[in-house]
T-cell receptor, first 113, second 112 residues
Framework: NAGVTQTPKFRILKIGQSMTLQCTQDMNHNYMYWYRQDPGMGLKLIYY???????DKGEVPNGYNVSRSTTEDFPLRLELAAPSQTSVYFC????????????FGPGTRLTVL | GDSVTQMEGPVTLSEEACLTI???????????LFWYVQYPGEGLQLLLKATKADDKGSNKGFEATYRKETTSFHLEKGSVQVSDSAVYFC???????????FGSGTKLNVKP
């Protein structure tokens, strides 16, 4: 199993550009999450999904959109990039059963200039 | 609401020193508790977990005990190594839609 994979690993955007961060998991997990990690800070939940076709906002959803058309994929869309979105983005998944941990991807480092 | 508070870093230790990173939590119900580790340039990896009061999670010489009476889950290791240098996150799994709540992270630097 590859686990949780994310692409790209690095990206530089200009203000106002848009992009999609890709996330795929091969563990048949129902639950998927997007977090951002600002320098020296903890994780903040952007969006999450409890299954295909179901998504919900987390703590910091403004400026982002998500979709979940399949169990495997959970892309994160930035429509109008702003410098405040410079961060490292982590995707995670879990099987949703009680007590079970989240599995994290390697992250995407995004810089908006 | 649910939350996790952990001690601020960075923590700098010499090799073979003892480590304690404090973590306390606020939660309704009976959460599961976790410690994740993040090595430089990588994603978070599960280090250990405990799912009920008085459980002790352990892995790679690290351990933490789920203390309901003090709402704590402190991370300990008797003898740290340079390779333990990383950021450590305490986390809580609440009952609401499988949401995780992470602490702010504690950076550990171990010097030879």
């Amino acid at each position: 199993n590859a686990g949780v994979t994310q692409t790209p690993k690095f990206r530089i955007l200009k203000i106002g550009q848009s992009m999609t961060l890709q996330c795929t998991q091969d563990m048949n997990h129902n639950y998927m999450y997007w977090y951002r990690q600002d320098p020296g800070m903890g994780l903040k939940l952007i969006y999450y999904s409890v299954g295909a076709g179901i998504t919900d906002k987390g703590e910091v959803p403004n400026g982002y959109n998500v979709s979940r058309s399949t169990t495997e994929d959970f892309p994160l869309r930035l429509e109008l990039a702003a410098p405040s979105q410079t961060s490292v983005y982590f995707c995670a998944s879990s099987d949703g059963t009680t007590h079970n941990e989240q599995f994290f991807g390697p992250g995407t480092r995004l810089t908006v200039l | 609401g649910d939350s996790v508070t952990q001690m601020e870093g960075p923590v700098t230790l010499s090799e073979e020193a003892c480590l304690t990173i404090n973590c306390t939590y606020t939660a309704t119900g009976y959460p599961s508790l976790f410690w994740y580790v993040q090595y430089p340039g990588e994603g978070l990896q599960l280090l250990l977990k405990a799912t009920k009061a008085d459980d002790k999670g352990s892995n790679k010489g690290f351990e933490a005990t789920y203390r309901k009476e003090t709402t704590s889950f402190h991370l300990e290791k008797g003898s740290v190594q340079v390779s333990d240098s990383a950021v450590y996150f305490c986390a809580l799994l609440g009952g609401n839609f499988n949401k995780f709540y992470f602490g702010s992270g504690t950076k550990l630097n171990v010097k030879p």
